[in-house]
């Protein structure tokens, strides 16, 4: 590292010198703009301000400029408004905590299950064999178009939205940890065999260690997916979760509402990217990915 | 032979008519190592060189009992080879410790499997950290690690324990020339204090005259021994022996027996293509 950082630097003055003098701001841009290179934590910070800031700017116009009718995009005060009032209601945690356990159900059933077999899936050639043409069938099946199965055979409760969201992830999921596991070094493995490790001991002690960052990636991307399939399901039958709530002020025309609720929906995503990428931080401290 | 009873005298690891071949997935089979015989002594340190391809590393692996051999069979004190087994450490030429333990995790890892109380694992562990030069780093991760500093961690590993011969696959391929020498000093100085046997694989001819008491070249594929090298050289050695005239003669002796077999690579390669 130390060595690029220096490379870098005795090599950029060279041609700075051969050109005209540029305005500042023009040699910021070509500082941040250089492939792969990293940019100082002031720059980056500007980028996150500057892009919030310009939709911030541009929802701003639009609404208090009534360049767009209220019906279609609600001011930012208004959506305030409505958060507060649905919050006040109550039915705002309702709908939230509706959907917060339907998704965290669904999803962690999916990785009790998804995980070791994919784990499995990556490393036994025989049991990829079993696994692989059915996962591989299912997993094109979009989710919705299981959803009228799903409520004749369960009904419309919580159970069905599991399902979706579980279908939903297993799949995938099985798939990530299989090439996850697949791409664990072999000789990882015969070192844990050279150092007197049987087969047993090379699945509980190297093989599963070694998958556990891609892992721990992968959960947070399915975790991800698991938000969407919720609302899919939410949106066709239901009486409460956050999809509801959209669709519910949909028919009102309480397009403040509809934006509440997707306010909500990416808040608590992020809030799960960022858990999981502390947890990475905290419980892998080895890993290379951080 | 006189010669031939002293070698079955003291002979820790035994290769007889050893041959692996390979099935092909279209059919058919490559043969990787051919009828190959080898005698390693017990704390005699014996390196395989060889072109690129021959089949040194497939050799080492079933020594090892990660590849099963064909036919023929690998006896280590008296008893056949079936498997791998912790009589018999390896270390790669890829880094492979354990990136989910520290230097001392990986070094206990061994000690550990076999059952010996945690105290004992980590007196062990101490000590061969200790032994590679590595004290101050115990509680690293491998990522904080330079390449040399966790190929030296990997040889404490397999020293750790203590096993009957120690398998070497290129351990220091993948490292840069200062650091390589560095390596090679390292493990002049780690065999003086443990005297352990050491079977070596390298394509480099200077490393494995330097190291070893006994040079073995191997054919172009499929591979053989095509001949036996006694380095002469006397020990303790350092890097310093480079420079000495014997050291080039042995150099030379490799280097012309070895250089027959990368041409016949070469020609063949010509010819297919």
């Given at each position: 590292m130390p060595d690029r950082n220096l490379q870098a630097n005795t090599r950029r003055p060279a041609p700075r010198a051969q050109t005209r003098p540029r305005s500042r701001i023009v040699s910021a841009l070509d500082d941040a703009l250089r492939p792969h290179e990293p940019v100082s934590r002031r720059t980056y910070l500007s980028g996150v301000i500057l892009s919030t800031a310009v939709i911030a700017f541009v929802w701003i116009l639009l609404s208090y400029g009534g360049i767009v009718p209220p019906l279609f995009l609600p001011s930012p005060s208004d959506v305030v408004r409505a958060a507060v009032a649905l919050f006040r209601e109550g039915s705002l945690l309702i709908h939230a905590r509706a959907s917060l356990s339907v998704i965290v159900t669904g999803w962690a059933l999916a990785v009790v299950a998804a995980v070791p077999l994919g784990i499995l899936m990556g490393t036994l050639k025989f049991v990829e064999a079993l696994v692989e043409p059915v996962v591989d069938f299912v997993r094109y099946l979009p989710v919705s178009a299981m959803i009228p199965l799903l409520i004749l055979y369960i009904g419309i409760g919580t159970a069905e939205k599991v399902a979706v969201i579980f279908i939903g992830t297993f799949f995938q999921l099985v798939l990530l940890v299989a090439d996850v596991s697949a791409n664990v070094s072999k000789d990882l493995l015969d070192s844990a065999y050279t150092l007197g490790a049987k087969r047993g001991t090379v699945f509980s002690r190297v093989l599963v260690p070694a998958t556990l960052p891609g892992v721990m990636d992968n959960l947070r991307i399915t975790m991800g997916w698991a938000w969407t399939y919720l609302i899919v399901a939410e949106l066709v039958a239901s009486d409460r979760g956050l999809g509801y709530l959209i669709l519910d002020s949909m028919r009102g025309l309480y397009t403040d509402r509809i934006f509440v609720g997707l306010f909500v929906i990416g808040l608590l995503g992020l809030g799960f990217d960022i858990i999981f990428k502390q947890l990475h931080r905290i419980l892998l401290p080895w890993s290379p990915k951080i | 032979m006189t010669d031939d009873a002293l070698m079955n005298d003291t002979a820790k690891l035994i290769l007889r008519d050893l041959t692996v071949a390979f099935q092909r997935r279209r059919g058919g089979s490559v043969v990787a190592v051919d009828s190959l015989d080898l005698t390693v002594h017990d704390e005699e340190f014996v390196c395989i060189v060889g072109?690129?391809?021959?089949?040194k590393s497939t050799m080492l692996r079933v020594v090892a009992g990660l590849t099963r051999p064909s036919s023929g069979e690998v006896v280590l004190d008296g008893i056949q080879v079936s498997g791998p087994g912790a009589d018999r450490g390896m270390v790669f030429q890829s880094y492979t410790l354990f990136p989910w333990l520290t230097v001392e995790g990986n070094v206990e890892f061994g000690p550990r499997l076999s059952g010996h109380p945690p105290e004992l694992c980590t007196r062990i562990a101490k000590r061969y950290i200790d032994l590679v030069g590595l004290s101050g780093f115990e509680h690293s991760y491998p990522k904080e690690l330079s390449g040399g500093m966790m190929q030296r961690a990997a040889i404490a590993r397999a020293l750790a324990n203590d096993p009957e011969i120690l398998l070497m696959d290129e351990p220091f391929g993948a490292l840069d020339a200062q650091t390589r020498t560095l390596m090679q000093e390292l493990l002049l100085s780690v065999w003086e204090q443990t005297h352990k046997t050491v079977l070596f694989v390298t394509h480099d001819i200077e490393e494995a005259v330097l190291l070893a008491d006994r040079v073995y070249v191997m054919t172009a594929r499929p591979g053989r021994i095509k001949r036996e090298i006694k380095v002469s050289l006397p020990r303790p050695r350092t890097v310093g022996v480079l420079d000495s005239e014997e050291f080039l003669h042995f150099r030379r002796e490799v280097h012309q027996s070895i250089r027959e077999e990368s041409l016949k690579v070469l020609a063949a390669r010509e010819d297919g293509g």
């Open positions: - | 072109p690129s391809g021959c089949g």
